[in-house]
């Protein structure tokens, strides 16, 4: 009996141990899309941690999130939200648009 609660102890510990040692919190960031652009048009986020892109379109129509550099593209509906999971980035500035409004630009600054 003791070895097995033994076991089990070990067991606990050592996922104790590797777990939060790997897993990274992450952040979250929101922007919001009205009338074809985006609000704000610049936001930040600390580098080296996964992001939580939070997109919030509140127009009636659909928007596509777009980004070359974000390596991003979640189309999203109007008068909805969506979550977009980044891995961590180095610091820089990352561009994004609309698809459909390409004109409609903003920028992800990590630093």
Known sequence: MKAIS???????????????????QSTSVTVSVKNHSFHPAQIHAPANVPIDLRVKNLDSTAMEFESDTLHAEKVVNGNSEVVIRLKPLAPGRYEFYDDYHQESTGVLVVR
Request: glycine share 0%.
């Open 6 to 24: 033994a076991k089990i102890v070990f067991i606990f510990l050592a996922a104790i141990a590797f777990f939060p040692a790997n897993a990274q």
